[in-house]
């Protein structure tokens, strides 16, 4: 189609060119000093004394997180039900069960009070997910967590740069936060993400298992000035080591990681106006004097609309535009379904959502033009 605005398209500069053609001229592609670089600066921009590890997706980091706290069979993890499957699969992984937890119909986020009712004597964690790049309530999150002694994961796949009471995501109490760098998010190495934790143990563990269960990482091994061939595998670990060619877009894509909130926050206040008198409920806002990293933009459209979600999304394709739903519930997917013989309506308030939302194109390479096409679009089916 002429002239289409895709849903999601990376923003990559010079900069991030420059080096990986550097990494490729070095002979260094995979886990070496650029992925160092890398892990030294998140853990820099996120500060607070953590540790940062590198690995090729955030479903890797998840997972890892995961085995680093001691999930295994029959443990229970808490997840929302709204989300992308990787918070859920990750669970399982390890022979464990997620339990599904209904969301906050305002946030789309996953809901305190009914994750302190999902606690058991098997519950061992929680997976909070920061929908689109709006908080959770992790003050009571954390709170429930101790109180029942048990571990809080974040998932922060949409959630760079996020903040919660004014502390950026990943510097707050849980015990650990995993980024995701994939193509579509706020920044990109293309495939990545990033565990971050304070907890030597946890960041330890993580290292070793990350790369085969290998006491030492190959960087160090390949570039001692002393014979160093030796190592040892002290667990059977996995390969989610990320290249210094993905870091090489890390590096730079994390100097930008403000400029590109401020262009979203810009953007969705621009939908916001556009769309204020049409018959739709616009995305939560960040809480005062927190920011929301806007990965998405979603809205849902009032029972008034006199076309279904699915009709709506095909008639904005027809004039150009890409469109997106997050998320498809977890119950309503095969495995899931099956699995725990959940049906629709276990999960009132996330399927009532998924049946009305619509993600919007919001990314930094779009011009003033093209979210002018958008809104158009969007205005002319509504009114």
């Given at each position: ?71 295994g ?43 302190e009712?999902s ?61 995701s ?5 706020t ?13 030597p ?155 009305q ?11 003033n ?9 969007v205005?002319?089916i509504?009114?």
């Amino acid at each position: 189609m002429i002239n289409y605005l895709p849903f999601a398209l990376p923003d990559i500069g010079e900069e991030e060119i420059s080096e990986v053609v550097d990494s490729m001229r070095s002979g260094w592609l995979t886990t070496g000093p650029k992925t160092k670089q890398f892990e030294e600066d998140f853990a820099t921009f996120v500060g607070d004394g953590v540790d940062a590890i590198a690995v090729n997706s955030a479903t890797s980091g998840l997972h890892l997180a995961l085995e680093a706290i001691g999930i295994g069979n029959d443990d229970e993890v808490i997840v929302p039900v709204y989300t992308f499957t990787a918070t859920a699969e990750v669970v399982r992984y390890l022979g464990a069960e997620p339990v599904f937890v209904d969301i906050d119909p305002e946030t789309f986020n996953i809901d305190p009070i009914k994750i302190e009712a999902s606690i058991t004597p098997k519950t061992k964690a929680i997976i909070p997910v920061h929908f689109a790049g709006c908080s959770c309530d992790m003050e009571e999150i954390i709170n429930i967590a101790r109180k029942h002694s048990i571990k809080v994961i974040e998932d922060a796949a949409h959630a760079l740069p996020t903040t919660s009471n004014g502390k950026l995501i990943g510097s707050l109490q849980s015990d650990v936060t995993v980024f995701s760098f994939y193509a579509t998010k706020t920044i990109t190495t293309g495939e990545g993400g990033m565990i971050v934790t304070r907890n030597p143990e946890i960041a330890r563990r993580c290292r070793v298992m990350r790369l085969h269960g290998i006491s030492r990482d190959a960087f160090d091994r390949y570039t001692s000035t002393k014979p160093s061939w030796h190592y040892e595998v002290i667990a059977p670990g996995f390969k989610y080591n990320m290249t210094d060619l993905a870091a090489s877009l890390g590096i730079h894509q994390l100097k930008k990681v403000q400029m590109f909130q401020e262009k979203r926050e810009s953007m969705a206040k621009r939908y916001n106006e556009a769309f204020c008198n049409l018959p739709v409920k616009l995305p939560s806002k960040a809480r005062s004097g927190d920011l929301h990293a806007w990965h998405l933009y979603v809205i849902r459209l009032a029972d008034s609309v006199n076309v279904t979600r699915d009709r709506f999304i095909e008639l904005v394709a027809e004039r150009g535009i890409g469109c997106s739903v997050h998320f498809i519930p977890l119950h309503l997917h095969p495995y899931w379904k099956n699995r725990y013989r959940l049906e629709p309506e276990d999960f009132p308030l996330a399927y009532t959502a998924y049946q009305q939302a619509v993600s919007l194109p919001i990314y930094t390479r779009m011009s003033n033009e093209d979210q002018e096409k958008v809104i158009d679009a969007v205005r002319e089916i509504l009114s």
